[in-house]
């Protein structure tokens, strides 16, 4: 059962343009998301985090969006630039649970 | 300060054998996370240890223990290994208060053959 899902294996985006990676859960228990970065040979890399009681969460370029009626999360990442080329994993959690349930990942490619 | 660092690398085993991962926490973190990322996966949690005491475990069989030391580094041992443990293995650490970001290493690419 997969309770943290990632449905875009991969995307596409032009350096510049904005980069929307999603991400839908099903466990209404989870009320702390986390994004990672990952980058071959390299192990995750926290990004930015929001917690159930918000909507909205920006760091720099990088703005995480909370819709929980939905179950559904987004990461924007604005302007994207090549080396934003990685792989990103959606996480969540409940309360102050030890583990960390995550997605099956989104390629992303930001090309020239 | 230094982040989470992990030993070996990478691992080529053969069904049946014994394996031992190890894992050195960042500085002032003492719990540790342990996670299996199989290929085209995201990473599933096996277990933490919080001041040396096993702090919640995932769905994994008791062949993979682990034990975390007074300096909080850890230790992950799997036995009997199959051929579907092949996957790469990430450590994670954190600090004291609960519920704090996780922080990973770079993990090791354990192979089954």
């Known amino acids: 059962d997969q309770q943290v899902k990632q449905n875009s294996p991969s995307l596409s985006v032009q350096e510049g343009r904005i980069s929307i990676l999603n991400c839908d859960y099903t466990?209404?228990?989870?009320?702390?998301f986390l994004w990672y970065k990952k980058y071959p040979a390299e192990g995750p890399t926290f990004l930015i985090s929001i917690s159930s009681i918000k909507d909205k969460n920006e760091d720099g370029r990088f703005t995480v969006f909370l819709n929980k009626s939905a179950k559904h999360l987004s990461l924007h990442i604005v302007p994207s630039q090549p080396g934003d080329s990685a792989v990103y994993f959606c996480a969540a959690r409940t309360g102050t649970a030890s583990k960390l349930t995550f997605g099956t990942g989104t390629r992303l490619q930001v090309t020239l | 300060e230094t982040g989470v660092t992990q030993s070996p690398t990478h691992l080529i085993k053969t069904r049946g054998q014994q394996v031992t991962l190890r894992c050195s926490s960042q500085s002032g973190h003492n719990t540790v996370s342990w996670y299996q990322q199989a290929l085209g996966q995201g990473p599933q949690f096996i277990f933490q240890?919080?001041?040396?005491?096993?702090?919640g475990r995932g769905n994994f069989p008791p062949r993979f223990s682990g034990l975390q030391f007074p300096n909080y580094s850890s230790e992950l041992n799997v036995n009997a290994l199959e051929l579907d443990d092949s996957a790469l293995y990430l450590c994670?650490?954190?600090?004291?208060?609960?519920?704090?970001?996780?922080?990973f290493g770079p993990g090791t690419r354990l192979l089954v053959l």
């Open positions: 994670a650490s954190s600090g004291e208060r609960e519920g704090e970001t996780q922080y």
């Open positions: 466990n209404s228990m989870f009320d702390y």
């Open positions: 240890y919080y001041r040396e005491e096993e702090n």
